[in-house]
Nanobody, 126 residues
Framework: VQLQASGGGLVQPGGSLRLSCVAS????????MGWFRQAPGKEREFVGG????????YYGDSVKGRFAVSRDSAKSTFDLQMNSLKPEDTAVYYC????????????????????WGQGTLVTVSS
């Protein structure tokens, strides 16, 4: 699966931003889809994901209640709606796709995904 992420930018604390990931090559409904982020000097962190076949969504603890993922299989898009943004949300955000044979516990880690987009920078600052 080839992935292209977009929608990053500069936003004030408390604001909202929506990231979009366009997939090509294979249908995303049969893949687990995830968003990760990486801040300078830090490890890549899981943000949120959606399991293949409509089996549910899952989120990292730091974004629960503020971020939401969604998928439009007809358009091959996978979005991340980010609300109540904080300066600590500043990072490069990556979308990823993984085959549906991955075990559940891996989906919160980069090991659960095979293909990655190029990343889009989100900066939260006043």
């Amino acid at each position: 699966v080839q992935l292209q992420a977009s929608g990053g930018g500069l936003v004030q604390p408390g604001g909202s931003l929506r990231l979009s990931c366009v997939a090509s090559g294979r249908t995303i409904s049969t893949h687990n889809m995830g968003w990760f982020r990486q801040a300078p000097g830090k490890e890549r962190e899981f943000v949120g994901g959606i399991r293949w076949g409509g089996r549910g969504t899952y989120y990292g603890d730091s974004v629960k209640g503020r971020f939401a993922v969604s998928r439009d299989s007809a358009k091959s898009t996978f979005d991340l709606q980010m609300n109540s943004l904080k300066p600590e949300d500043t990072a490069v955000y990556y979308c990823a796709a993984g085959n549906n044979r991955k075990i559940l516990s891996e989906l919160w880690t980069p090991r659960g995904y095979d293909d990655w987009g190029q990343g889009t920078l989100v900066t939260v600052s006043s």
